[in-house]
């Protein structure tokens, strides 16, 4: 049986997860040239880089910390979460819940030898971006 959900759709349910993670609010702090978001019962989720770190174009990149991204790939299988809707969807869940403009995501994964890659995508751009090291 095929489902077929329309994006709307689909980010209804991936709202409806998230807030049960980490919401239903979201706070965050500005600590020297980042800025912590925190779910609601205080952990700290994602990290956002707002100087050093960020990859080619960003203004805001968020960084989604490792545990985080484990609990994420928990309910979800990497290879949805892996794709442009599903980090579309989480920046403007995040950017609803705090008011921030954040315009690019970064995932870390495990794959290869060197279990170190990454998933880099720009929303504004609309695809994904290389990574400088400022």
Same mark, same amino acid.
């Given at each position: 049986m095929k489902i077929v959900l329309t994006?709307?759709?689909y980010q209804k349910v991936v709202f409806s +997860?998230?807030?049960v993670l980490y919401g239903p609010k979201l706070s965050h702090e500005k600590v020297a040239d980042r800025i912590n978001i925190s779910s609601n019962e205080g952990e700290h989720i994602f990290t956002v880089y707002t100087v050093g770190g960020k990859g080619?174009?960003?203004?805001?990149?968020? &960084?989604v910390n490792f545990d985080t991204?484990?609990?994420?790939d928990s309910f979800i299988p990497k290879v949805a979460t892996r794709?442009? +809707? &599903?980090?579309?969807?989480? +920046?403007?869940?995040?950017?609803?819940k705090t008011? +921030?403009?954040i315009d690019c995501i970064e995932f870390w994964y495990e794959k290869g030898p060197s279990h170190d890659k990454r998933y880099n995508f720009n929303v504004k751009?609309?695809? !994904?971006?290389? !990574?400088t090291t400022n």
């Open positions: 994006e709307s759709q +997860l998230l807030d080619d174009g960003c203004k805001q990149d968020m &960084f991204g484990n609990e994420i794709k442009k +809707l &599903f980090s579309k969807t989480v +920046l403007s869940y995040v950017n609803e008011n +921030l403009n751009n609309n695809k !994904r971006i290389k !990574r």
